[in-house]
């Protein structure tokens, strides 16, 4: 008699179906928590921008509803990782200013906002 060797028996082919696909699964359910984990980072900072744009932060410019312009003006002209740095935001982010109907304020003549050059406002780059 000739023996090749062990052929494949139904038992080792769905033990091998089962690891595959344990591991599938347990690499979605950790690719998930991570991108929730930053998603939650992500509000977090977001949350955050607001409450050290008013009062007498160093970087406040918003007193009640009454905008600094001269605050404004300094802090426009930061450059955008300093403002990253100082603010403690790891993402991209975009400043921008509406009115009570929603639509984009300037913060000075050539410049719609402030923040990352890759996000846009419309037809507006944000930097």
Known sequence: MNKLGQGWSLDAIVAIIIFVVLIIVALWFLTFAVQNNRVEELKAEGETIPEVLEGDDPFGFIEGKQIDKDRLQEFADLPYDEIRKQ???????????????GNLINISPDRAAIGSGKARIGNFACS
């Open 87 to 101: 603010l403690g935001i790891k993402g991209d982010f975009c400043i921008h200013l509406q009115d009570e109907d």
